[in-house]
């Protein structure tokens, strides 16, 4: 199993500010993704990110908005940029241990309020 | 593009019942199906993984079936207890990188 930690658990921001949020993964894991769940909504992908290359953005999300970094196999950032109230949500990662086939572990979340 | 749909939105049951909770989705070309339990503000639990060979997989009172063919996942839940009580979520892999979720099963038990 992984176990995943996110920082911070919750923010309350003002308008057009950024928060960048950070994942830590207690083992090496290739793929880490970031998902947005928003008030009583499912959980949407919005980027894959590994380690070494260009993180891969879901239709509808970008590299402005939304810019990730991936520095090592333990690891991962992601930035709200330019907040509006729209992306108050919550924010996850998560990861699968091993693979595509393997289990796929999340973060405790990251809420975000925007005023 | 792959949905994926549960249903009920919402149950209520008296604690001790036997339960079912549903999941569909459109494309049968999937990875594997996995559900999730979620608990109010907090991040997702793991319950139980299907990979696309299996049928059914079990953990405790928990049993999750999968019919890929028809496009159907059930969640079976044994006696159950106010502690279950959460929104149960199931995400089924395709191609790529992506799980595609549904909106959830909201879980009351009562005592």
């Known amino acids: 199993s992984a176990v995943i930690s996110q920082k911070p658990s919750r923010d309350i921001c003002q308008r057009g500010t950024s928060l960048t949020i950070q994942c830590q993964v207690d083992?090496?894991?290739?793929?880490m993704f970031w998902y947005r769940q928003q008030p009583g909504q499912s959980l949407t992908l919005i980027a894959t990110?590994?380690?070494?290359?260009?993180?891969?953005?879901e239709s509808g999300f970008v590299i402005d908005k939304f810019p990730i970094s991936r520095p090592n196999l333990t690891f991962s950032t992601l930035t709200v940029s330019n907040m509006s109230p729209e992306d108050s949500s919550i924010y996850l990662c998560?990861?699968?241990?091993?693979?595509?086939?393997?289990?796929?572990?999340f973060g405790p979340g990251t809420r975000l309020t925007v005023l | 593009k792959q949905e994926v749909t549960q249903i009920p939105a919402a149950l209520s049951v008296p604690e001790g019942e036997n339960l079912v909770l549903n999941c569909s989705f459109t494309?049968?070309?999937?990875?594997?199906l996995q559900w999730f339990r979620q608990d109010p503000g907090k991040g997702l639990t793991s319950l139980l993984l299907?990979?696309?060979?299996?049928r059914e997989q079990t953990s405790g009172r928990l049993n999750a079936s999968l019919d890929k063919s028809s496009g159907r996942s059930t969640l079976y839940i044994a006696a159950s207890q106010p502690g279950d009580s959460a929104t149960y979520l199931c995400?089924?892999?395709?191609?790529?990188?992506?799980?595609?979720f549904g909106t959830g099963t909201r879980l009351t038990v009562i005592p």
């Open positions: 995400a089924v892999r395709g191609g790529a990188n992506n799980l595609f």
């Open positions: 494309d049968s070309a999937i990875y594997n």
């Open positions: 998560s990861a699968p241990t091993s693979g595509l086939t393997d289990t796929q572990y």
């Open positions: 299907i990979q696309s060979s299996q």
């Open positions: 083992s090496q894991v290739t793929m």
């Open positions: 990110a590994n380690q070494g290359s260009e993180a891969t953005y």
